[in-house]
């Protein structure tokens, strides 16, 4: 495997953290009743035991091994148990540095593995140690220098900051560090979605530095009258809930007129998008029956949504006139702020960033900074992009757009429901579902033909330990219940390996209530194989971390909506100190994640918005791209070769459907050229076909023999196999291999030179002028002279070999059009048209229509 491979597959491990526990079966006299509770990874756990023994080797019994897994696919600990067992009562007798050991029975030990497995909290608060990380600290930093340097020039101004930070950020820890640093005694935290509700009350009641904060919510219950105004308080609440106003009376909800009247010392805003959020919002969830869709977004932000929706139209989304409160200080919190950014609304001063880009970036630094230390990024998975050009006979199935692009909505389009759904394109579907597993015929026939398999995504083997456990994000409920029925289908006895589970629809939930049977499907995701079937459910705010690939099946225009469901899969995996002897070492069981798309442009578009959007200071668009892809590498399939795309190649397809690396590989693939025994056979026959192929560069330097050579040869093998087949001496067989070594070697040379006469064609184009006549006129009848000054073949050479099929007129026909629209895009970019009054594009061997603006 190459490094590049290494890199882009990297080796996805197998492991499971047990839990065992034994005792000696002739103990000293201190260690009698105890028993000694571990953890490892190791699949033979008794050779952990022997391991931690040493050279004291002694009989023993195993009473205990578990695993150590949840149904989420969280870990716990030794410590974690043993931490249990103290809790009940158990005495933890410390020998030197053996902590191991517990005076308890086997029986007691099963029963703290299962209420931690089952959910039964550890008992006590404020238990968690853990510092700021570097780019927390730096949040906290630039944000309290920034109200500083406001306050010294007006002390009664309340200053406004933004985080741009993506998921897993720690954005609620930070905050409170934030709030402490300033000396806040009354925090009010507001938030769209009131599912994040539990990261804001857990990391104030489980960390140390905030030992006698107050919190208070809706959920919790309690009034400010109750709360200790000598202790600081957080207050948490939904916008829609809390800052909404009476209908009738347009005034504020007496309920919530405490919060108005509250003299704040911080206001945070979490998950602010004000007004992206909405369209985002239901992009996601288009695809769900119209009174579902509904739900899910009542669910999704909260039930008010609707009342909050009108007045927030109503106040131009101005929070200062919605939300009438007294603050020293507010603090935003997005992960997707690309209208403020866009708009200005924030200045760079007041931003604090941390993308994916930074995390990434973070990772690699601290790996080589910190050797052999545990990295607090490790365990944060790197992306890929893959991108996949179908063939046309999907495309035409479903075209659209400026590009013609492979429409992904109209492509699952499907009607029905339950067991009678169907796609209206079945027979099509199927074949797609053949491709993504290698086993569609022609695509199979092209990778010979070019000697190369791409790396689909259910056929390569390095590919198929992160699709254990994938998402598939469909167009509607029809479609997703649709596949189901397919792969269940007798055909498709590869996908009878997986548990498909259907999440789409009112049966299947609303909001988080979709999840708990994806867990319970899943467990702990070893030994299990699944796929999650979706169009629009547990795309935002849920974590399944056996989940390693999405397949983006439907059209999404937002890159926000995009990538909002695309990092559903880089939620870390991983077993810190897995062998309960290094608090350094952490096993990482998804150093990668993966995005498959089926419609290249769309996808490169959102990855150049999403990169731009990310950096609206960035005057070079390239720049800002090259920065995303440097850490999340796309790799993109146009149906021969699969190509990693730069940024340059990602700005050229978002804006004109290719890019200039790939439409160079077009013109040098093998499918482009014929070198079968019978096209071989057929140059042979006829003189004058010699010829023309010995004027072609490079030719004479083989010989004319060389066609006799392989034909003769290659039929010579095929005949002793068939003849001789298994009654081959391994004399015999070494030599066969050897002669079939060699005529395969000639056959590339043949392909390699008249692949390169093809790469001279595109140079032939850009130098003519007639644009709606087929290549193959403009070489014939035009403009002759001009073609054998470029590519040193005469028209009747030329004609001679197109008759005899050395050239394939479907893929030049492919090659051409995509030359002829990345010229004109290129040009049109630039503000000038190639040829005025252009109403068609000659091809090969045909004219097509140019599609003219309305």
């Known amino acids: 495997m190459s490094k590049q491979d290494e890199e882009l597959f990297p080796a996805k491990p197998m492991a499971q953290l047990r839990i065992y526990a034994w005792s000696p079966n002739d103990p000293p006299a201190d260690y009698a009743g105890l028993i000694k509770v571990g953890q490892t990874t190791k699949a033979d756990v008794n050779a952990r035991i022997r391991e931690s023994q040493g050279q004291m080797q002694q009989a023993y019994t195993l009473h205990v091994n578990e695993l150590a897994e949840r149904d989420d696919g969280t870990i716990f600990r030794d410590t974690d148990v043993r931490r249990r067992l103290v809790s009940k009562g158990f005495e933890n007798p410390i020998f030197g540095s053996a902590r191991e050991w517990m005076r308890c029975t086997p029986d007691d030990v099963l029963t703290a593995i299962t209420e931690l497995r089952t959910g039964a909290l550890l008992s006590g608060t404020h238990h968690e140690t853990f510092r700021m990380r570097p780019e927390q600290a730096d949040a906290v930093d630039k944000t309290m220098a920034y109200y500083d340097s406001i306050w010294a020039e007006d002390r009664h101004a309340v200053p406004r900051f933004l985080w741009n930070a993506k998921m897993r950020f720690g954005k609620t820890f930070a905050s409170y560090q934030l709030a402490k640093k300033m000396g806040a005694r009354r925090i009010l935290a507001v938030t769209f979605k009131p599912a994040v509700e539990d990261a804001w009350q857990t990391d104030l009641e489980s960390h140390a530095d905030f030992d006698g904060w107050q919190y208070l919510s809706k959920a919790t219950g309690g009034t400010p009258d109750e709360m200790d105004h000598d202790r600081p308080l957080v207050y948490f609440g939904s916008f829609q809930d809390m800052l909404g106003r009476d209908k009738h009376t347009g005034l504020i909800k007496p309920k919530n007129e405490w919060i108005h009247t509250t003299p704040w010392d911080l206001v945070i805003f979490d998950e602010y998008h004000f007004g992206a959020w909405r369209e985002s919002a239901k992009e996601l969830f288009e695809g769900e029956d119209e009174k579902v869709a509904k739900k899910e977004l009542a669910a999704e932000y909260h039930d008010g949504l609707g009342a909050f929706d009108e007045e927030l139209d109503e106040l131009g989304n101005d929070e200062d006139q919605f939300l009438p409160i007294s603050t020293r200080a507010y603090l935003y919190l997005s992960g997707t702020p690309f209208k403020a950014l866009a708009t200005g609304e924030f200045i760079e001063e007041q931003i604090f960033n941390w993308t994916y880009t930074d995390e990434q970036r973070a990772k690699q630094h601290y790996t080589a900074a910190h050797p052999g230390e545990w990295n607090p990024y490790g365990a ?454 190639s040829h005025q009054g252009l109403r068609h594009y000659g091809l090969y061997d045909t004219v097509v229509a140019v599609d003219q603006p309305d």
Request: a negative charge.
């Open 380 to 833: 944060l998975p790197e992306m890929r992009l893959f991108t996949y050009q179908m063939p046309d006979e999907l495309v035409s199935v479903a075209s659209k757009g400026e590009f013609d692009e492979f429409d992904l909505n109209a492509f699952f389009e499907a009607t029905g429901a339950g067991d009678a759904a169907a796609f209206v394109h079945k027979t099509d579907v199927q074949k797609w579902l053949d491709i993504i597993r290698g086993a569609h015929l022609p695509t199979q026939l092209d990778a010979m033909r070019m000697g190369t398999r791409p790396p689909f995504p259910y056929s390569d083997a390095r590919l198929l330990p992160y699709v254990q456990h994938s998402f598939w994000f469909l167009p509607t409920v029809a479609s997703c219940h649709a596949m189901r029925n397919l792969l269940a289908e007798r055909q498709n006895v590869h996908w009878h390996d997986y548990t498909v589970l259907t999440v789409a629809g009112a049966d299947a939930g609303i909001g988080l209530d979709a999840l708990p049977p994806v867990r319970e499907t899943i467990k702990d995701g070893q030994s299990t194989k699944t796929i999650t079937m979706s169009c629009g459910k547990l795309t935002t705010g849920v974590t399944v971390r056996q989940w390693s690939a999405i397949l983006m099946l439907r059209n999404l225009t937002s890159p926000e909506t995009y990538f909002q469901a695309a990092f559903r899969v880089q939620s870390p995996w991983s077993i810190k100190n897995p062998n309960g002897d290094d608090p350094n070492e952490e096993l990482v069981l998804k150093p990668a994640c993966f995005v498959f798309d089926f419609a290249p442009t769309r996808a490169l578009r959102q990855i150049s918005d999403y990169g731009i959007g990310l950096s609206p200071e960035e005057a070079n668009p390239e720049q800002a791209v090259q920065e995303l892809v440097q850490f999340l590498p796309v790799l993109a399939y146009d149906g021969s070769n699969m190509t990693q795309v730069d940024a340059g190649g990602i700005l050229d397809i978002a804006m004109s459907g290719t890019s200039a690396t790939l439409l160079a590989r077009k013109w040098e693939s093998a499918i482009l050229v014929n070198v079968d025994n019978d096209t071989l056979r057929r140059i042979m026959n006829s003189e004058d076909a010699m010829q023309a192929v010995m004027n072609i560069e490079g030719f004479r330097a083989l010989g004319s023999a060389i066609f006799e050579t392989v034909v003769n040869k290659s039929e010579q093998i095929a005949a002793t196999k068939k003849e001789h087949g298994e009654d081959l001496t391994p004399k015999e067989k070494k030599e066969l291999s050897a002669e079939e070594k060699d005529y395969k070697s000639k056959r590339k040379k043949i392909q390699e030179k008249l692949v390169k006469f093809a790469t001279r064609i595109p140079a032939f184009m850009y130098l003519t002028d007639f644009r709606e006549n087929t290549l193959q006129d403009v070489i014939t009848k035009l403009e002759p002279d001009l073609f054998k000054a470029v590519t040193g073949l005469t028209v009747i050479d030329f004609n001679l070999l197109v008759s005899l099929g050395v050239f394939n007129a479907t893929q030049m026909n492919q090659a051409v059009f995509a030359f002829r629209r990345y010229e004109d895009s290129s040009l049109s970019y630039t503000g000038i048209e």
